[in-house]
């Protein structure tokens, strides 16, 4: 669900949606937790048991997320898209090729003390 949607009328919404699945037993009951804040949107796990024959369970997984997402569309609740932030460089710096030197944003790093051994190491 998106920052902006209420908590309790999600859980309310999906918990009704998912008792109108016949497999899904009342006892233990349903529950819906708020599992991650992710970077775009409130994660909500939906846990629910069902008898243990009898049942395709493919099937009934099919049902409850039909349910859920026909519940949630209806009361205007949002189930965001994941949003990625990518940065550009637009290669007009005195640094364009020199890795060392473009950082993006990140602070310079140290500079490496010259070998006296021209890099082949103590003999």
């Known amino acids: 669900m998106g920052y902006g949607d209420g908590i309790a009328e999600a859980r309310a919404a999906i918990l009704k949606a998912i008792a109108k699945v016949e497999a899904i037993v009342s006892d233990p009951a349903p529950e819906v937790i708020v599992f991650d804040l992710a970077a775009s ?3 909500l796990r939906v846990r629910w048991w069902t008898p243990s024959k009898g049942f395709n369970l ?3 997984q099919g049902e409850v997320l ?3 997402k026909t ?3 209806a009361k205007g609740i949002d189930i965001p898209y994941a949003t990625q932030v990518m940065l550009f460089h637009d290669q007009t710096e005195d640094a364009d090729g020199h890795r060392d030197a473009q950082r993006e944003g990140w602070p310079p790093r140290r500079k ?3 070998r006296s051994d021209n890099g082949q190491g103590a003999n």
Do not use: M, T, Y
């Open 41 to 43: 949107s409130v994660n």
């Open 58 to 60: 493919v099937k009934v």
């Open 66 to 68: 039909e349910g859920v």
């Open 71 to 73: 519940a949630l569309d």
């Open 112 to 114: 490496r003390p010259e």
